[in-house]
């Protein structure tokens, strides 16, 4: 019989999508009031990868990523999925969002985003939500799998997370 482990702290970061001129300032200190300071930030670029939310929120959607410099118990990942799901509801406006948020966490081994919808390689976290592992970090660099989405597989995303990995690893090694 395999003996019980505490489970290590892990490296929060969320995925930020918002519509043309919405302002992301508010968004990043609700999420830093949850989650503590922001530590570092992708570009924001234009988000060509899917028309999946153009009905919802229209075209010219921006993306960037963030990270948080305190690690987290990764249990906690559903109740952040909960978190900013709300955070979505309250800045939405009849109906529509206007940002998307795509919470996760990064380890030495993997990058996982929680998401409310089941599939085939996704696991329940409990309270309907589920973990999903979009990146792998194998010989030496994270690597997409078939399902990955296809900005987590950009050259962008690869270098963001894996800095990300590398400030992690630096933490978790302190003692």
């Known amino acids: 019989m395999g003996q019980l482990h505490e489970t290590l702290p892990v490296k929060p970061v969320c995925g930020v999508m918002a519509v043309p001129g919405f302002a992301l300032y508010p968004v990043f200190r609700k999420l830093e009031a949850r989650l503590g300071p922001i530590e570092d930030r992708s570009r924001t670029f234009p988000f060509r990868f899917s028309d999946y939310y153009r009905k919802e929120m229209g075209d010219s959607l921006e993306k960037c990523w963030v990270s948080f410099r305190m690690l987290m118990p990764p249990e906690e990942l559903s109740e952040l999925k909960r978190f900013t799901n709300?955070?979505?509801?309250?800045?939405s406006v009849e109906g529509r969002r206007r940002v998307n948020l795509d919470p996760g966490y990064v380890t030495a081994a993997k990058l996982v985003l929680a998401s409310t919808k089941d599939f085939a390689h996704r696991v329940c976290l409990g309270g309907r939500i589920y973990g999903d592992v979009q990146l792998r970090y194998i010989r030496g660099a994270f690597?997409?799998?078939?399902?990955?989405?296809?900005?987590?597989?950009?050259?962008?995303?690869?270098?963001f997370f894996t800095r990300v990995r590398e400030r992690f690893q630096t933490q978790e090694k302190k003692p």
């Open 143 to 159: 690597r997409p799998s078939d399902w990955t989405y296809p900005d987590y597989s950009s050259g962008e995303a690869l270098a």
């Open 86 to 91: 709300d955070l979505e509801s309250e800045l």
